[in-house]
């Protein structure tokens, strides 16, 4: 299956860090992906990681991979109000065509 | 900077009345792809073209139809708009399927 879960309401404050989680099925997936879409805008590519990589680390961001649980993570060290967006997970799957499939998104909500 | 262009932002329409969507990329990537977002979901894939070659998702419906005259440009034609096509389209590139897919801005469709 191509399911890809979030959670739909993270609530942090600021400075605190985040961590939103993402959930798949398909363990054929490749490269997963983790987008920010603020209000009204397009999708900006946060950071991605492969298949077969355990975690990777960028800046503030920290992405985590545990392909046994199909569960895939982002952590936002010192949240800030400027990080209030919807972030969706993404997968792209080898044996569905090389299609892009995305979670349901999570919104993040920083308050000071 | 090399990027994905869409062109309008903002488009409002009469219901049954055709529109259609522009966008425009200097990343000289192959492969220029439509999403459909509905407040609250995720991007929703409505066909992609790899090269000239238009691939259509099963689900999209006959009155959503898409053409690229050249590599740069890409649009979305919809035939006879009604009140559920009111949405957010992403247009998006990238170099073949597997990679990352580099998004514009998006265009928001109103539809009265």
């Known amino acids: 299956g191509e399911d890809v879960e979030q959670s739909l309401f993270l609530s942090v404050r600021e400075g605190d860090s985040s961590v939103i989680n993402c959930t798949y099925t398909?363990?054929?997936?490749?490269?997963l992906y983790w987008y920010k879409q603020e209000p009204g805008a397009g999708l900006q590519l946060l950071t991605y990681i492969f298949s077969n990589m355990d975690m990777k680390q960028d800046q503030r961001l920290t992405v985590l991979l545990n392909k046994k649980d199909k569960h895939l993570s982002l952590r936002i060290a010192d949240t800030q109000t400027g990080d209030s967006a919807i972030y969706f997970c993404?997968?792209?799957?080898?044996?569905?065509?090389?299609?892009?499939?995305f979670g349901t998104g999570t919104q993040l909500k920083v308050e000071l | 900077d090399a990027m994905v262009i869409q062109n309008p932002r903002y488009q409002v329409t009469q219901f049954g009345k055709p529109v259609t969507l522009s966008c425009s990329q200097t990343?000289?990537?192959?492969?220029m792809y439509w999403y459909q977002q509905k407040s609250s979901q995720a991007p929703k894939l409505l066909f992609h073209?790899?090269?000239?070659?238009?691939?259509n998702e099963a689900d999209t419906p006959d009155n959503f139809q898409s053409r690229r005259p050249n590599t740069s440009f890409c649009f979305l034609d919809i035939r006879s708009p009604g009140l559920g096509d009111a949405a957010m389209y992403l247009c998006?590139?990238?170099?073949?399927?597997?990679?990352?897919?580099?998004f514009g801005p998006g265009t928001r469709l109103t539809v009265l």
């Open positions: 993404a997968e792209i799957l080898t044996g569905g065509g090389n299609k892009l499939t």
């Open positions: 398909d363990s054929s997936s490749t490269y």
């Open positions: 998006a590139t990238s170099r073949d399927i597997p990679n990352q897919r580099f």
């Open positions: 073209y790899y090269d000239k070659d238009f691939n």
């Open positions: 990343l000289n990537h192959n492969v």
